[in-house]
């Protein structure tokens, strides 16, 4: 089984719905990322959190918010979807600590707003 | 404000070529350089990285190139092979303190390796 989950995989929402983007990790890590990737853009830092009690913005955190109710579970919300937000988002994660940063990858959601 | 720039976009060469990758960094603050590796489909993979205190680090068929007074690094992939067709993303951190853990990437660039 992959060691950072994310679910779905693929979604087409209409514009003003609410979504949300899980993330699942059985690595163990106490650090938790959002990311959006758009072409030409690279990989943008949404929101990320050091632990449960701990959830920091990003570079672009407007019209997202995020929950983290486990160490092992962090979700990414839309409140009221956008066509901007269509993107590739990863959640990722690390552990405190380590001599470098490495940090672990999901395999991504895809999210179209129409 | 991209921090991290990357070029090129695209690159696309023969195996056994030795595509180069580039980087620019502006925060004199980041202190940790690692590559990422994307194939399509999947989440990126970190492939290597250097800290300040080196020019050069190998691995393999990978080498970074750091030069700290220019505020660039580099990727350069010996004996290019089809399998080493991906994008490419180079990245800078600060390790120290609270903002440790945070990576800021460069633009990415897709690698072509043809046969």
């Known amino acids: 089984d992959a060691d950072v989950t994310q679910t779905p995989r693929n979604r087409i929402t209409k514009t003003g719905k609410r979504i949300m983007l899980e993330c699942s990790q059985t690595?163990?890590?106490?650090?938790m990322y959002w990311y959006r990737q758009d072409p030409g853009l690279g990989l943008r830092l949404i929101y990320y959190?050091?632990?449960?009690?701990?959830?920091n913005k990003g570079e672009i955190s407007d019209g997202y918010s995020v929950s983290r109710q486990a160490q092992a579970k962090f979700s990414l919300s839309l409140e009221s979807a956008i066509p901007n937000q269509t993107a590739l988002y990863f959640c990722?994660?690390?552990?405190?600590?380590?001599?470098?940063?490495?940090?672990?990858f999901g395999p991504g959601t895809r999210l179209t707003v129409l | 404000q991209q921090q991290v720039k990357q070029s090129p976009q695209s690159l696309i060469v023969q195996k056994g070529g030795i595509p180069i990758i580039n980087c620019a960094y502006e925060?004199?603050?980041?202190?940790?350089f690692p590559w990422y590796q994307q194939f399509p489909g999947k989440g990126p993979a970190l492939l290597i990285a250097?800290?300040?205190?080196?020019s050069e680090k190998k691995e393999g068929r990978f080498t970074i190139s750091f030069n700290k007074s220019a505020k660039q690094f580099s990727l350069h992939i010996m004996d290019s092979q089809p399998g080493d067709s991906a994008t490419y993303f180079c990245?800078?951190?600060?390790?120290?303190?609270?903002?440790?853990?945070?990576?800021?990437f460069g633009e990415g660039t897709q690698l072509t390796v043809n046969p």
């Open positions: 959190s050091f632990d449960v009690k701990d959830i």
């Open positions: 250097i800290r300040p205190d080196v």
């Open positions: 990722a994660t690390s552990v405190t600590g380590q001599l470098y940063n490495e940090q672990f």
């Open positions: 990245a800078a951190s600060i390790m120290k303190g609270t903002s440790g853990s945070r990576l800021t």
């Open positions: 925060n004199t603050a980041f202190d940790y």
């Open positions: 690595k163990g890590h106490d650090r």
